[in-house]
């Protein structure tokens, strides 16, 4: 971990601006704003290299992260040590926000680069503390982050959905039916590789790609690397139990 700089982004270049405007947590908030609001919110940025440890679980919290370049991976461990894929997150994405205001915030799980990767943090306490300048932009953002909390407390239920399913089978059309509607397109690419694939499912990477296997030869996916495309959407969903 290299520790690049603490600074207002007025005078950074106008790339990691746009990438922070097109972050869920300033939706809605001009670039203008957003530079004003920067002074007051004291961000730290930190550089990482590929594999690099970022948070480890149970650690203590020391702010939101928002990925200004890179990929940056999410993951659980049981008690046994195995561990699982909880997110993949990409430039603009933001972690920690179910944290940032817990009694005693620790790190929920563990994140790592996996590849390159520049991330933001902001202080909890500077995003809900009175603003000393009065940013017209300010409320929206706290606004902006119940909004995020209860989004991700949802994506949570969906987890435990795929966790729920009796079958190898139903979980990977579960996963493949929400790439779609993620994607809008029967064609599209996975953001994860088969290891990821196996460790969100909580299952083992041979049985992924078995199952995989079957499923084209029986005609209801075809897929090249990471390009998936749906040939029977309604076989695949029949099977989702």
């Known amino acids: 971990m290299e520790y690049i700089f603490q600074k207002d982004l007025q005078k950074t270049d106008a790339n990691a601006l746009e990438t922070l405007q097109r972050t869920p947590i300033f939706d809605g908030i001009t670039a203008k704003e957003i530079s004003d609001m920067l002074?007051?919110?004291?961000?730290?940025?930190?550089?990482?290299?590929?594999?690099?440890?970022?948070?480890?679980?149970?650690?203590?919290?020391?702010?939101?992260?928002?990925?200004?370049?890179?990929?940056?991976?999410?993951?659980?461990?049981?008690?046994?040590?195995?561990?699982?894929?909880?997110?993949?997150?990409?430039?603009?994405?933001?972690?920690?926000?179910?944290?940032?205001?817990?009694?005693?915030?620790?790190?929920?799980?563990?994140?790592?680069?996996?590849?390159?990767?520049?991330?933001?943090?902001?202080?909890?306490?500077?995003?809900?503390s009175q603003c000393e300048k009065l940013c017209a932009g300010h409320q929206r953002l706290i606004r902006n982050l119940l909004r995020i909390m209860s989004t991700k407390a949802m994506l949570l239920n969906r987890k435990v959905d795929y966790l729920t399913l009796k079958t190898l089978r139903g979980k990977l059309c579960a996963f493949l039916i929400e790439e779609y509607k993620r994607s809008g397109s029967m064609m599209f690419m996975l953001q994860m590789n088969r290891d990821e694939i196996a460790d969100f499912l909580n299952v083992t990477r041979p049985s992924v790609s078995r199952e995989l296997g079957k499923m084209r030869d029986e005609g209801l996916i075809d897929y090249h690397k990471a390009t998936f495309k749906i040939l029977d959407y309604d076989k695949l969903r029949e099977s989702v139990v």
């Not at 290299?49 to 999410?74: N, P, R, Y």
């Not at 461990?77 to 993949?88: D, F, K, P, Q, Y």
């Not at 790592?112 to 995003?127: M, Y």
């Open 39 to 128: 002074s007051c919110l004291n961000p730290r940025i930190y550089a990482y290299e590929k594999g690099e440890t970022i948070a480890t679980s149970e650690d203590d919290f020391f702010g939101l992260g928002i990925i200004l370049e890179g990929i940056v991976l999410v993951a659980k461990e049981s008690l046994a040590g195995n561990r699982m894929i909880m997110s993949v997150l990409r430039q603009g994405d933001m972690f920690g926000e179910m944290a940032c205001f817990s009694p005693n915030p620790k790190w929920p799980a563990n994140i790592s680069s996996q590849t390159e990767a520049e991330v933001l943090f902001i202080s909890p306490e500077r995003v809900i």
